[in-house]
């Protein structure tokens, strides 16, 4: 059963969900991807304390353009937005990270009922509520720690709510399958119900030399996000990795337009996770992630297969990003 916890602070307006996945759960996803061909592990993973303060930082990158290019449109449409979105909306954030976007939006809001933010990193996710509550007084916070593709329940929101919205900004969307992205778009859609609407950012395709620019940054830091999953792995699962054994590249796979972000050992080796043996040749992979790109068109595609459609998009200047407006269909 999900833990409903009150705040530390004991604010009222602040109460928390904590569904995140046990440990057993987690050693079984792990050991399925490593025993497919090719290796695979769940990006949701890639998100424990270290993870999300690296990616953090990752943000701030000149070569990872998509945070900039994000806050630009948001910059500039969010008066029409939140004209879209209306008073008194609750706002849904999968995914929510450190909650610069958020506040941009939840500023530019008429009376915005609560803020449901729903991660799986717990440490990230409760801190950043709680700061919210501080920035707006009159907001309530509901956090969810928990795997936003999985089914949890509604947190108790206090006041009254004329519109439920998904805000699901960074691209996130594109790190999952296009049959992941749409089944999340209509879990979403019925969360949200009737006159709801989803606010959905998107990378576009572009230049591969730009793509693999982003995720092969000349710091490092991506690098080094995912080799924090063999950390990870070694501390949470028991596993016995030495990070030396493994580098790291991103390539741009243009067949099915998406970035693929790889680990890949520089030996043959055998490790243990979870008690279980897992065997690697020289020069082996393990997918830790993907970044699928969407034109326009093709995001609309998938947006109908959840039974929603596009009421507006905007793009930056350069057209290197977008971020959709949806409702149902």
């Not at 029409?80 to 939840?106: F, N, V």
Request: hydrophobic residues 45%; glycine residues 6%; charged residues 25%.
């Amino acid at each position: 059963m999900p833990q409903l916890l009150q705040s530390a602070t004991t604010d009222p307006r602040l109460s928390r969900v904590d569904r995140a996945p046990a440990t057993r759960i987690m050693a079984r996803d792990v050991l399925r991807g490593l025993a497919a061909r090719p290796k695979r592990l769940p990006s949701r993973y890639l998100y424990d304390a270290r993870g999300s303060r690296l990616f953090e930082q990752i943000c701030e990158l000149k070569e990872y353009y998509l945070t900039s290019a994000e806050l630009e449109i948001l910059g500039a449409a969010l008066p029409e937005i939140a004209a879209a979105i209306g008073p008194r909306a609750l706002i849904l954030e999968p995914g929510s990270g450190a909650g610069l976007k958020t506040r941009l939006l939840l500023n530019a809001l008429e009376s915005p009922a609560a803020y449901v933010p729903i991660d799986l990193s717990r440490e990230q996710l409760f801190a950043g509520a709680e700061a919210l509550t501080l920035d707006f007084p009159s907001l309530d916070v509901r956090p969810v720690c928990a795997d936003f593709m999985g089914d949890f329940p509604d947190p108790p929101i206090a006041r009254p709510v004329d519109r439920r919205v998904a805000f699901f900004p960074g691209s996130t969307i594109g790190n999952l399958s296009p049959g992941e992205a749409a089944q999340l778009l209509r879990h979403l859609r019925l969360r949200c119900g009737a006159e709801g609407l989803l606010l959905v950012g998107v990378d576009l395709p572009k230049d591969p030399a730009i793509l693999e620019r982003a995720y092969n940054d000349s710091k490092g830091l991506s690098a080094a996000f995912a080799l924090n999953y063999l950390v990870r792995l070694n501390r949470d699962l028991n596993a016995d990795f030495n990070l030396a054994d493994f580098g790291y590249r991103a390539v741009y796979n243009a067949d099915l337009e998406r970035i693929e972000m790889y680990l890949v050992s520089r030996r043959r080796l055998a490790a243990r996770v979870a008690g279980k043996p897992v065997k690697f040749d020289v020069g082996e992979p393990i997918c830790t992630e993907v970044s699928y790109k969407y034109s326009p068109n093709s995001f609309a595609e998938l947006a109908a297969s959840a039974f929603l459609e596009v009421r507006r998009t905007w793009t930056d200047s350069r057209g290197y990003f977008a971020v959709h407006l949806l409702s149902s269909l």
